[in-house]
């Protein structure tokens, strides 16, 4: 990928406009650039573009992610700290597409000396038309003696219709577990489909060796599922995990559900799972096989004591 670094100078004098106080006012940079910040020829702020953006994010409609939105560095010479302020232009982008970038409120972040700081935005996508939207951003820089205003790069948001899953537990306990007792749970995995066609789309997740799957408990809205041991089905008395695939079709603007019951197994050493106390992830998060996509995955907590210990003894420490 091909990466610029951006040396921004605000040279004091010469071809550029500056005020009484020596700060630079604007400047419209192409492609690599360097120009002084101060009345000093070797005193420079930096900062990060890729392909002539400071970041490119790809968003799905109706979901939300943080990103990285512009990597700065402050190779001012004379050690001096210098405030950094980014001033993001969000006029441009549609209802329901809202964004946020770290110090868009005016409050600046403070870099030291030789420091490279990384800002961080949030976008949150509600139904919005998929396409390409540009948000321009300035970046303000104060020091003792001075400040500047500088074109930084732009921010590049893509907003994409892709299939959504997650993951919804129905029943089941999830704090304070007793050790060694039977557990039973059932959970949803729910795949949309935003898109204006037809998906042909297959999930497939993981349940974790201490539990077993309740087939007779188990079914689809639409489409086939199966259910197969994990590595072969174990070694010596060893429980596996068990794969599942389901094979779907979810229409335009629509979606299907797959609801699984799952309960706690008698291991090989004849003992009722859990045997331990701690966090248990009752699955993995589920993923749309071809996408990437990945749900949430659901945990447990299980009690440091079983139900045979008096009550003092489960101090939620030991087990």
Known sequence: MKMAFFFVALVFGALLVVGSSGNFKEYNSTREVAVTVVPHDREYMGFVCERGYAAVITVSSNSEQDFNALTVMNYLPEDKDVDIAL?????????GLGVSIETDDGAPRTLAPSEEYTFLGHVSSGNVEPGEYIIPMDMYATWDGGGASISACPIKLIVVNRPRIEKI??????????????????????????TGEDLDL??????????????GETGASSGTYSFHPANGGGHGHSMPATKMEWDVTVPAGGSEHLNVTIFTRVNGGNQQEFTSC???????GAEIKGYGIVSNPLWVSVACCDDNEDDEQCDGHGG
């Open 202 to 215: 297959t999930i497939a997740d993981t349940i974790p060796a201490e539990f077993n799957v309740s087939l």
């Open 278 to 284: 701690g966090d248990y992830s009752l699955n993995n």
């Open 87 to 95: 001033s993001p232009d969000y006029s441009g982008l549609p209802g």
């Open 169 to 194: 537990l129905l029943s089941g306990n999830t704090s304070d577990i007793p050790m060694k007792t039977f557990q039973k749970w059932t959970f949803q995995i729910v795949v949309t489909n935003p």
